[in-house]
């Protein structure tokens, strides 16, 4: 067995890895960033050594770095985690250069399937069936075009050392092929330093079913049955569950034997996915091979919870050259089991994501429930890295215990100080659709695709303040002469202040402007005997109801007050001159970053004449590009940011000053 292990990765995943290596009697070394000198998983680890300052391409993915610190350290292996470099083939060969164990498979098996065109050549041998598409050479813009001309739209771009949806577009018309297209191999380069890209037919509103699989050296392979990860958002999965519903017994023997076929084909040796599109309404053939992912998955909780097997445990007997004890008839299916990914991420605003403190996390506890995360109160959740703060699982005899379970799990966790997307979970567990898959059978098609999330974001994503959020937010942010800060309120004498009710008639009556999710509001409130009262506001209320019987959690900090009432979050704060965030810059023409992040992409100069809704910059964060347009017709003035620079939430990026500005005219 192993002795000292390095876990090459951050968060939720390193803390996960650790405690199974403990249990096994493995010593860990962590390794972390400057933004995570205080994480979790530092604090868990026998050894812990920094590899450099925030962004990952500084850090986690330096593999110079990673290998000092091994080095340094003593380790005799390194567990890549899943994500950054864990499907990296440079760093399995460094590792083993290095004289250490990776724990993973080979470079070479990672070579072999890390590329999609490659990894469908090889699937192709092994008689798994492939979409039709586009693998050649040939990687000019018009090569590229031309080919999804021939096969017709719509068409799916797909890096070739792509995962996690990174480098992925769906293109539905020709003429929006060359931006798709663009952005596809520009995030493809960001994210695995490769702007390869294959075209392949898009089939439309398909399942994603994927098979997890485990080969050693020994030249042994199975399969612990499949996962249906159809519920996501712009390629990225957000619910996993296993086993898939309404998969029928022959379809479901067929696709995890191509799956171990695959695995063979290769002598993969350690955790591997091979992952499935499965066309609508086409029968027990119309499933597809779309890639195969050489790690541990994110979801990989839900096959461990129907199988009752640890498979970090399997990486590492694997790693230290064991044999595979199993056979294939050993392992069978209990129960089903269902996984969220609980992010920094406001689902109502195009999920932007969340940066900033964490001042109140709680999750519940119980039977059949497990929760992964590397935070808490009190760590900082920054632009650099995923979203992802947490994972909640559920398992329970039948699919729809284990969905109502994680729904009322969900209602129990409060997370304070930015928006999440708990509210946004709950209610796409809730949903018809998603609620209808319990009754599916092989003989009734399951209401689950790829598309469910789009089509009724709308639905899913409201999250209404109620009027009792604003109530309280308020109360606590009046609720004493002074802010939480100390600072005094604007001059009103204290005992106009006082929370006792006092009038010399009816109820004291006051306007006042406030912040509320930052942006200026006008609050009529009335101060009673029992507490305050919302009179009217220009927040529109209508229909924002919450459940009376949740609790209202209210959490001071600085010059905020976070509110959390049915899952919706919700900060206030007073208007302070000078303030940014006070400032009506809607209609002024000064445009702002959208969030903490990397600019990625520059399309504009200072002096450039641009029209309304005109591209800017790019900026990047968590996985995410959010694109920067012109709120105007004018010309762009003090530009001030450049290309992979650091930009801060509302830091101005630059002026369009317009021809009816009076300052246009100086």
Avoid at 133 to 161: E, T
Avoid at 213 to 222: E, R, Y
Avoid at 465 to 477: N, Q
Avoid at 499 to 520: C, H, K, M, Q, Y
Wanted: charged content about 25%; some cysteine.
């Amino acid at each position: 067995m192993l002795k000292r292990v390095l876990i090459a990765n951050r968060g939720e995943i390193a803390c996960r890895i650790m405690r199974t290596a403990k249990r096994l009697g493995i010593e860990t070394v962590a390794v972390y960033s400057d933004a995570d000198a205080h994480a979790r998983h530092v604090a868990m680890a026998d050894q812990a050594v920094r590899i450099g300052p925030g962004p990952a391409t500084e850090s986690y993915l330096s593999i110079d770095a990673i290998l000092d610190a091994a080095k340094a350290t003593g380790a005799d292996a390194i567990h890549p985690g899943y994500g950054f470099l864990s499907e990296n083939a440079g760093f399995a060969a460094r590792v083993a250069e290095a004289g250490l164990t990776f724990v993973g498979p080979t470079a070479a098996q990672m070579e072999a399937l890390g590329s999609k065109a490659a990894a469908k050549e090889i699937a192709e041998r092994a008689g798994v069936p492939t979409i039709p598409g586009y693998r050649g050479a040939d990687q000019s813009a018009d090569a590229l075009k031309a080919a999804a001309d021939g096969m017709g739209y719509p068409v799916m771009i797909k890096a070739v050392s792509g995962g996690g949806g990174r480098g992925m577009r769906l293109v539905t018309a020709p003429e929006d092929f060359a931006d798709a297209l663009e952005s596809a191999q520009r995030e493809a380069a960001s994210a695995f330093a490769d702007a390869t890209v294959l075209i392949e037919r898009a089939i439309t509103r398909p399942r994603h079913v994927e098979v997890q699989v485990f080969g050693d050296t020994h030249g042994n392979a199975l399969h612990l049955f499949e996962r249906d990860c159809s519920l996501q958002r712009r390629n990225q999965k957000v619910i996993e569950e296993a086993p898939a519903p309404g998969l029928s017994s022959d379809v479901r023997d067929a696709m995890c034997d191509a799956a171990v076929r695959l695995t063979k084909e290769v002598g993969y040796a350690g955790a591997g996915t091979v992952e499935f599109l499965v066309e609508p309404n086409a029968g027990d053939d119309g499933w597809y091979f779309i890639e195969m992912n050489t790690r541990l998955q994110v979801e990989h909780p839900v096959t461990e919870m129907i199988t009752g097997l640890d498979l970090v445990e399997w990486q590492f007997r694997v790693a230290s050259g064991e044999a595979l004890t199993c056979a294939q008839d050993d392992i069978e299916i209990s129960g089903h089991a269902i996984e969220v990914r609980l992010c920094a991420e406001d689902p109502a605003k195009g999920f932007q994501p969340s940066v900033g403190t964490i001042h109140g996390f709680d999750t519940p506890a119980g039977e059949g429930l497990r929760v992964e995360t590397g935070v808490g109160s009190g760590d900082v959740v920054s632009p650099f890295y995923d979203s992802m703060i947490a994972k909640l699982i559920t398992h329970a005899p039948t699919r729809e215990a284990a969905r109502l379970a994680l729904a009322d799990a969900l209602s129990a966790t409060t997370v304070v100080g930015f928006p999440t997307n708990a509210r946004f979970l709950r209610a796409l567990l809730l949903h018809d659709d998603v609620a209808a898959a319990d009754r599916a059978s092989g003989e009734t098609p399951t209401t689950l695709d790829t598309g469910l999330i789009a089509r009724d974001l709308g639905e899913l994503s409201q999250a209404p303040i109620s009027h009792r959020a604003i109530a309280v937010g308020l109360e606590r942010l009046f609720e004493s002469p002074e802010t939480p800060t100390g600072r005094e309120l604007p001059a009103v004498h204290a005992v106009w202040q006082a929370r006792d009710g006092f009038a010399l008639g009816e109820a004291r009556r006051e306007t006042r402007s406030v912040l509320i999710n930052s942006a200026p509001q006008s609050v009529e409130i009335a101060w009673a005997a029992d507490g305050l009262s919302i009179l009217s506001s220009d927040l529109d209320t209508a229909g924002a109801t919450s459940d009376a019987a949740s609790p209202v959690t209210a959490v001071a900090s600085d010059d905020r007050v976070f509110v959390v009432d049915d899952l919706v979050h919700t900060s206030f704060a007073l208007p302070v001159a000078g303030n940014a965030e006070d400032d009506d810059d809607a209609g002024d023409g000064v445009i702002r970053a959208p969030i903490n992040g990397r600019v990625a992409r520059v399309f504009v100069a200072d002096g450039d004449t641009v029209a309304d809704g005109d591209r800017l910059v790019v900026i990047e964060a968590m996985k995410m590009e959010h694109l920067v347009s012109a709120t105007r017709a004018g010309e762009v003035s003090g530009f001030s940011v450049s290309q992979d620079q650091q930009v801060a939430e509302r830091q101005v990026v630059c002026t369009i000053v317009s021809d009816d500005d009076g300052s246009a005219q100086d």
